[in-house]
């Protein structure tokens, strides 16, 4: 158990990925190769279009691992199935640029939507523990709130905490402060950075915010599809 | 209700809030399904009366076996048999009673002028064992010249009529040129054929048609001997009598045999078939487009919970979820709103229009499979949630 927990949670080896096919074929991704550190916080940094979100959604196992490898909490995503990479997404939490929140259920049950994802729990302990992290994140006054009745900070907030509330081993952030003012976005990244040193959790972030790049374990840039810069702060 | 969706389907009813989220749409869903229903039980209610009509002159005899002309295709039409057939018959082993049945139509002129029809039927007062047991009971009244026992669920016959007949009284009128005396009242009903019906004995019948022979009735009907099969007598009667210009069925058989014609020859029964296959059709579209609709409307929602890792059972129950609330929710509507266009078709038409319980349990069940059916197409959009597209 120890050897597994002391194994780096994604790793990156010989990564090539490409989009399309014959000759509209374009390569995003060009041999990466990167571990990342248990617990750390790393930004990926680079210019639109060269690769980091790619790079994002091949580790989410949001898609198909066709050339090279990446490891995601020991289970190698190369040509795996279906059923391995929807497994593996539960134990991620995902933090998407739009807060992607459903319209028609309350901050509470965005959030509940989370933790259902993994089977049969206790309801009110469910509840308790969505309350608690939209408490957390200053929302206690708007968790009965549909999103159509939130501020855009509001609702990006309610999506952090619906990725954060199942304590996932990985966060992959797209983007998560952006609309955040620097208060909320600050309290944002001190969870994630708190979660890292409590839990384990390692974060993924990728952002333009320079606002929090101090708060960073490590930084990497892409460019055209390729690692152009690895810094450890 | 989403509380009680909740406990039932152990995680939060996205369906149903997804469904009531957008309040207008909802109502109109319902409105759909519930116009769809209806459509459903209005066909099946006419063709439920077309049915029931058809059979309910069967309601007034009291036989095993029927001999009917060959080119009849119901009690109520084709050419006339001989009486010597009736003769015949009486040799055969199994057989016990005989007797013709006379049927004709008799017009019959309402105070205000409208006529209305009357199938009207001849029957041997000395047999009254060859009649339903209510109608056997008047046959003694019946023996007497120019007497009928009326229909009191004539289309358009008035209330002060049956009043006077269900009072114990009488009432004459003038039909073909003679008077008639109705002694009594029986329930029966008007049809798609007739406006209602008429019984009078076979000699009083054949003072009315002056045209017919006694020699001539419309059908024979027999009656077997206790224990003994009505199959075999069937076959016996098949053999012994010339085939060719007869039919020879029970009167069960008859009776499925004038529905089969009913429903499937003429045109009315293909119509309200066509009927109900509209309606089912309707309601098949109607949810299929307000399902695929919500599904594109949520597809970026759906892509975030596919991400959070929801597999596809998750998504095919919010869509099966919302099929079977639109179901029910609309059929409870069509099917009030039926219950009064029955009530209102019965008092128009005199047709007998009835809800039953296992149209309505039918009506129910096809409508929660049509809208799974529409569910099960509308679940094809889900494939275009992905995930990826997100970021």
């Given at each position: 158990m120890g050897g597994i927990e002391n194994k780096p949670p994604i790793t990156v080896k010989a990564l090539n990925h490409y989009f399309g096919t014959g000759d509209a074929r374009k390569q995003a991704i060009f041999d990466i190769n990167l571990e990342i550190d248990r617990g750390s916080l790393t930004i990926l940094m680079g210019p639109s279009g060269s690769g980091k979100t790619t790079l994002l959604t091949l580790i989410g196992c949001l898609r198909d691992v066709k050339d090279g490898h990446v490891t995601v909490l020991g289970h190698d995503l190369y040509e795996a199935n279906e059923g391995v990479l929807v497994g593996l997404r539960r134990r991620l939490g995902f933090i998407f640029q739009a807060h992607n929140l459903h319209e028609s259920l309350t901050a509470t049950q965005n959030v509940l939507m989370g933790l259902q994802v993994h089977g049969d729990g206790n309801a009110k302990k469910q509840r308790a523990a969505a309350h608690h992290i939209l408490d957390l994140l200053g929302l206690a006054d708007r968790r009965d709130y549909l999103p159509g009745n939130l501020s855009g900070g509001q609702k990006q907030r309610v999506a952090v905490a619906r990725a954060l509330v199942s304590n996932p081993e990985i966060v992959l952030a797209d983007e998560p402060t952006a609309a955040l003012d620097k208060e909320s976005g600050h309290t944002v990244v001190k969870i994630l950075k708190s979660l890292g040193k409590a839990r384990g959790t390692t974060t993924v972030m990728v952002t333009h915010d320079s606002r929090i790049l101090e708060m960073a374990d490590r930084i990497i840039t892409l460019e055209d599809g390729r690692i152009v810069s690895d810094k450890l702060q | 209700m989403s509380r009680l969706l909740t406990l039932l389907f152990g995680r939060l009813p996205i369906g149903w809030l997804q469904l009531t989220h957008s309040r207008g749409r909802f109502v109109a869903a319902i409105a759909g399904v519930a116009f769809a229903n209806l459509l459903v039980f209005m066909q099946l209610g006419i063709m439920g009366a077309l049915n029931s009509s058809t059979v309910a002159p069967y309601g007034l005899l009291n036989a095993d076996i029927i001999l009917s002309s060959e080119d009849g295709n119901t009690l109520t039409d084709g050419g006339h048999i001989p009486r010597a057939r009736m003769f015949q018959a009486l040799g055969v082993a199994g057989i016990v009673e005989a007797t013709p049945l006379f049927i004709g139509n008799l017009p019959f002129t309402l105070e205000d002028g409208s006529s209305v029809s009357l199938l009207s039927f001849g029957m041997d007062v000395a047999k009254p064992y060859f009649a339903a047991p209510a109608i056997a009971a008047t046959f003694d009244q019946l023996s007497l010249e120019s007497t009928a026992l009326l229909d009191e669920g004539t289309r358009g016959m008035p209330a002060s009529i049956i009043d006077v007949l269900t009072a114990g009284g009488k009432f004459s009128f003038e039909t073909g040129g003679n008077t008639l005396t109705a002694i009594g009242a029986m329930t029966v009903g008007g049809?798609?054929?007739?406006?209602?019906?008429?019984?009078?004995?076979?000699?009083?019948?054949?003072?009315?048609?002056?045209?017919?022979?006694?020699?001539?009735?419309?059908?024979?009907?027999?009656?077997?001997?206790?224990?003994?099969?009505?199959?075999?007598?069937?076959?016996?009667?098949?053999?012994?009598l010339p085939q060719g210009n007869l039919r020879i069925q029970s009167m069960e058989g008859s009776a499925a045999s004038d529905?089969?014609?009913?429903?499937?020859?003429?045109?009315?029964?293909?119509?309200?078939?066509?009927?109900?296959?509209?309606?089912?059709?309707?309601?098949?579209?109607?949810?299929?487009?307000v399902l695929s609709t919500d599904v594109a409307d949520h597809l970026r929602e759906y892509a975030t919970f596919k991400a959070m890792g929801y597999g596809q059972p998750f998504f095919l129950g919010i869509?099966?979820?919302?099929?079977?609330?639109?179901?029910?929710?609309?059929?409870?509507?069509?099917?009030?709103?039926?219950?009064?266009?029955?009530?209102?078709?019965?008092?128009?038409?005199?047709?007998?229009?009835?809800?039953?319980?296992?149209?309505?349990?039918?009506?129910?069940?096809?409508?929660?499979?049509?809208?799974?059916?529409s569910g099960a197409i509308a679940t094809r959009r889900l494939a275009n949630a992905d995930p990826a597209d997100l970021f």
């Open positions: - | 049809g798609f054929l007739a406006d209602g019906m008429m019984v009078m004995s076979d000699q009083t019948f054949l003072r009315e048609f002056p045209n017919r022979a006694s020699g001539a009735p419309n059908h024979i009907l027999i009656r077997t001997g206790d224990g003994v099969s009505i199959n075999a007598v069937l076959a016996r009667l098949k053999a012994t529905l089969a014609y009913m429903s499937t020859q003429r045109p009315t029964g293909i119509i309200f078939g066509f009927g109900v296959f509209m309606g089912i059709l309707v309601g098949l579209v109607i949810v299929y487009q869509v099966f979820e919302e099929a079977i609330i639109l179901a029910v929710f609309g059929f409870i509507p069509g099917f009030f709103v039926s219950l009064g266009l029955y009530a209102g078709l019965v008092s128009f038409t005199g047709l007998p229009v009835e809800m039953t319980v296992g149209r309505a349990i039918i009506v129910f069940l096809g409508t929660l499979a049509a809208s799974s059916l």
